[in-house]
């Protein structure tokens, strides 16, 4: 309906981008083992995943994915296909081997139109190497109209140099950047920040990691260009939507390891009720008196919210049914 909603969802420790346009629906990494991601999904109506963008084969990016390809369907994944040997890769592969999943790999100069004017295009990698995964790692850009998402998985220094000096292939610019690496000091260059010269820029960390994410020189170089941080280890999960002109953020309290994310409609109070876009006081009672509720489709029984009202009540992000 001419908006694109971009979810980075709060996982904890790993990645995991939930991207949804009129037409498509993408998910770029899936976090750790476990139900987050796909409870996520189907909490918001997600009954299928058009491509799944595997950035590289850590845990911390793919096991995640496990859950979804077992819960969720999914019509094709993006792979960098650098040979792995853990138990959580070989799982991956069995599961999309298994299921039939169309399966292709992810290579800088690949472009798909993802909906109506939305389009992705890789960026990296040319030639990945097992040696050293997080540089193979496949980073999306992602346009519509006025603006742009640059998705850097955990690539690090070298591999921005190489997209820095095959610019002229693809633009790196972009508004939202997803900070490469959690906000590791081996990523998110100075020379990279200004290619990309972001206006606000995404870190997925979990809080109190054991590796100090993100690192006070990323940070620094971060705040020095101006650039407006979001981390989901403070922010919780954080959704870009935007028309394609302008850009609206919204942030979620931050993952409690309970896996419940945004308000669920059929046991927040009135007062929560009302942080959802077109909910009064008086709406809000009136979702209470009808509930419980099946599906946010079903708000439409609630007096004033047509179509219009609940296309913006799914792009904010907030409201859920569980």
Do not use: C, W
């Amino acid at each position: 309906d001419g908006h694109m909603a971009v979810h980075f969802i709060d996982v904890g420790q790993g990645d995991a981008v939930f991207i949804q346009t009129h037409e498509r629906n993408l998910l770029i990494d899936g976090g750790d083992r476990g139900d987050i991601v796909p409870d996520y999904l189907k909490s918001r109506g997600v009954d299928v995943i058009h491509i799944v963008i595997s950035t590289h084969p850590h845990a911390d990016h793919i096991g995640g994915l496990i859950n979804v390809l077992q819960q969720i369907e999914v019509l094709e994944v993006i792979d960098p296909a650098v040979v792995h040997t853990t138990r959580t890769f070989e799982q991956y592969l069995t599961l999309i081997d298994q299921k039939d999943i169309a399966f292709t790999v992810g290579r800088a100069g690949m472009t798909r139109d993802i909906g109506t004017g939305v389009q992705m295009t890789i960026l990296h990698p040319v030639h990945p190497s097992s040696s050293h995964l997080n540089d193979a790692s496949v980073v999306v850009r992602i346009s519509y109209g006025d603006i742009s998402f640059l998705f850097t998985g955990d690539a690090e220094a070298a591999a921005e140099q190489e997209m820095i000096s095959r610019a002229g292939e693809g633009p790196l610019n972009s508004t939202v950047l997803k900070v490469g690496h959690h906000g590791s000091r081996t990523s998110s260059t100075a020379a990279f920040l200004d290619a990309a010269a972001p206006e606000i820029a995404v870190i997925m960390t979990g809080a109190g990691n054991r590796y100090g994410h993100p690192h006070s020189e990323v940070l620094a170089r971060l705040s020095q260009r101006g650039i407006k941080v979001y981390r989901t280890d403070i922010h919780g999960t954080v959704v870009v939507s935007t028309d394609g002109k302008a850009i609206h953020v919204d942030t979620h309290e931050p993952h409690d390891g309970s896996a419940v994310f945004g308000i669920n409609i059929n046991t927040a109070d009135e007062q929560e009720l009302q942080k959802i876009i077109h909910i009064s006081s008086v709406r809000a009672r009136e979702i209470i008196s009808l509930r419980p509720f099946s599906s946010l489709d079903e708000l439409s029984r609630v007096s004033g919210i047509g179509p219009a009202r609940l296309r913006d009540i799914r792009e904010q992000g907030l409201a859920m049914v569980r």
